[in-house]
């Protein structure tokens, strides 16, 4: 598994102020503790919350967003003005804060005390009030957050700033992407081209091209000892569908993907890169297309991306580092929207590569296969096949616009197909996108998306769409609520305020 950190922190700040005299700080440190102690008990939090002193001063406010951005442990702040907190002594921690905020707009009391209730209570029970002056200050600022709304303890607001801290360390991470170009991009296509300065000053990515015999070397130095045991690995963990060929001209055909996987691995762990784009155009001294390979390489957390295209293979990387962890992953992976199903009421597009989707998201038995590839003037190569797990999942495109960046996300529901397909020697997964495929299909091509997504069981729309901004990208959803005239609008309308 390619390293990714998993124990980061998030800060719980409090706001506040000394007007109320030190009773009431007393219990907003109280009432903050527990909230603190609830959410790290809830289960519902992939990350610990770590509660700082009640923030009630500029001078306090200032070291403390300070010291979260100096924390390399610090992934995000999440604050909460228990009482009224006044906002001009947030402007400068504000301004210099540079992790990822959630406003959790929360209050300490659950329901009225109806019999009960006085001054006191009031004045200790404020972020009604509190946190419309905090949040007026942000808003002013122009400065990008999360807000999340409902009582601390309700599991719906507590999976919400789980999912929130999941787009969080996205946005961090994001930073230390490297992509590993293999030759260049394939000739005439437009849509895996794009801006790497900009990708660089937006997203962090750095992105650096590698002639493919470079690679190669290191290929045809792995020892034939550590091919054979890597290939008896394959051999007991996959299913060999041989399909009439002879058995030990398809193991040799599987041992070149075995050297593939070694190699490519050393060359990128060497040079630090978490993603690799192919070309199956210029491969060099490479005996056969990365496929096997390739498709180890993606469950061990590598991003990748076809025919060049380092923006997918950036956005499988972050989605691979936004998911780690996850209890019970479906998987995340690079896919292809490759050919439809267009009977009414069953339709679909059904979703491959020529060779590389990742393992992750597999239902059930993974085989190996050696067949022609039908393009490029290589051996055959040996790839996984399997199918894909069902449910609801999201694929995302990001282009470049040549002004700017366009995040595309479609929420889509993952099916089985009807029937079996013995003939077809690659992996698939099968969906229909939200709303339908009409509109869907309609939607994505208007807003200019790829045939290459970034694909993940285990985000959301939400979660992307909250990347997205944190990026300063736009970003257009396609799901349930879209409908096309209304899309061609925001199209319209984001050309505008993204000019
Ligand atoms: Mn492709």
Redesign the pocket.
């Known amino acids: 598994m390619l390293q990714t950190k998993t124990d980061y922190q998030f800060w719980f700040c409090t706001g506040s102020q000394d007007l109320y005299g030190d009773e009431c700080l007393r219990k907003v440190a109280e009432h903050s503790a527990k909230i603190v102690e609830a959410l790290n008990a809830s289960g519902n939090l992939p990350f610990e919350v770590v509660l700082k002193p009640t923030l009630i001063s500029q001078a306090v406010i200032r070291k403390t967003m300070n010291d979260a951005n100096n924390d390399p442990n610090c992934a995000g702040v999440i604050t909460w003005m228990h009482t009224f907190s006044p906002a001009k002594m947030w402007i400068l921690g504000l301004q210099e804060l540079r992790k990822p905020l959630c406003h959790l707009h929360t209050q300490f009391n659950e329901e009225l005390p109806y019999d009960t209730i006085d001054m006191d209570f009031m004045n200790e029970n404020q972020s009604a009030h509190g946190d419309r002056e905090y949040g007026h200050i942000f808003s002013r600022l122009n400065k990008q957050r999360k807000i999340v709304v409902g009582h601390w303890a309700d599991e719906a607001v507590q999976k919400e700033v789980g999912a929130w801290m999941r787009t969080a360390i996205g946005v961090l991470e994001s930073s230390h992407i490297r992509v590993c170009r293999i030759a260049d991009n394939m000739r005439n296509v437009a849509v895996t081209e794009g801006d790497k300065v900009e990708a660089q000053i937006k997203f962090g990515w750095e992105i650096d091209a590698y002639p493919v015999n470079e690679i190669a070397e290191y290929v045809a130095a792995v020892p034939q000892n550590e091919i054979d045991a890597l290939v008896e690995e394959y051999y007991s963990k996959y299913k060999i569908i041989d399909e009439g060929r002879d058995p030990a001209e398809f193991r040799q055909h599987v041992a070149v993907q075995a050297g593939i996987e070694i190699g490519f691995e050393k060359f990128l762990t060497e040079r630090d890169y978490h993603a690799v784009v192919t070309h199956f155009g210029d491969l060099g001294a490479l005996k056969q297309l990365p496929g096997l390979a390739i498709q180890r390489l993606l469950e061990r957390g590598y991003g990748f991306g076809?025919?060049g295209d380092w923006k997918t293979a950036a956005m499988v990387r972050l989605m691979k580092i936004m998911t780690a962890g996850t209890p019970n992953a479906k998987g995340t992976s690079f896919m292809?929207d490759y050919t439809y199903n267009l009977v009414p009421g069953k339709e679909g597009i059904l979703q491959a590569?020529?060779l590389e989707v990742c393992p992750t998201i597999a239902d059930g038995e993974i085989g190996i296969k050696v067949n022609p590839l039908s393009m490029g003037d290589r051996e055959d190569p040996a790839r996984l096949v399997f199918t894909s797990k069902t449910g609801p999942a999201v694929a995302t495109s990001l282009i470049d616009l040549g002004n700017r960046f366009r995040l595309i996300i479609n929420a889509v529901e993952c099916k089985k197909c009807e029937k079996p397909m013995p003939k077809l020697p690659v992996a698939t997964a099968f969906w229909t996108p939200q709303p339908n495929l009409k509109v869907g299909a309609e939607a994505w091509i208007l807003a200019g998306g790829a045939?290459?997504t970034a694909f993940s069981y285990d985000l959301t729309v939400d979660q992307m769409v909250d990347w997205a901004e944190a990026m300063g990208i736009e970003a257009v959803v396609i799901d349930e609520n879209t409908n096309i005239r209304d899309f061609k609008n925001e199209l319209r309308w984001n050309a505008i305020a993204y000019k």
């Open positions: 076809a025919e292809e590569h020529m045939h290459h």
